[in-house]
Nanobody
Framework: QVQLVESGGGLVQPGGSLRLSCAAS????????MSWYRQAPGKERDLVAH????????IYADSVKGRFTISGDNAKNTVYLQMSSLKPEDTAVYYC?????????WGQGTQVTVSS
């Protein structure tokens, strides 16, 4: 059974940094992929970043390029999202997600609030 557990969210001032973690179980990240999405109140859930476990290839939304970095630790089966130069518009619930054996899996989400 695939489980994804996010952590690391919180309240941060504009310009600050946070690192989100997504601990995976039930599948091997290094043979698959992981994505981070976010959903702000009243808006759709959007892709933020994506990493392929096999070769570490990454994709970023234009809005976070140069500020966010996605990475994976195969030994810990964990994916991270390092967020820097945070802006109020980055405020959202952040979810990690993967697609495994025909099903989409989501974590429970972690709230990130950027405010002074």
């Amino acid at each position: 059974q695939v489980q994804l557990v996010e952590s690391g969210g919180g309240l941060v001032q504009p310009g600050g940094s946070l690192r989100l973690s997504c601990a995976a179980s039930g599948f091997i990240f290094s043979a698959h992929f992981m994505s981070w999405y976010r959903q702000a109140p009243g808006k759709e859930r959007d892709l933020v970043a994506h990493i392929t476990g096999v070769d570490g290839a990454t994709i970023y939304a234009d809005s976070v390029k140069g500020r966010f970095t996605i990475s994976g630790d195969n030994a810990k089966n964990t994916v991270y999202l390092q967020m820097s130069s945070l802006k109020p518009e980055d405020t959202a619930v952040y979810y990690c997600s993967t697609y495994y054996r025909g099903s989409r899996y989501w974590g429970q989400g972690t709230q990130v609030t950027v405010s002074s």
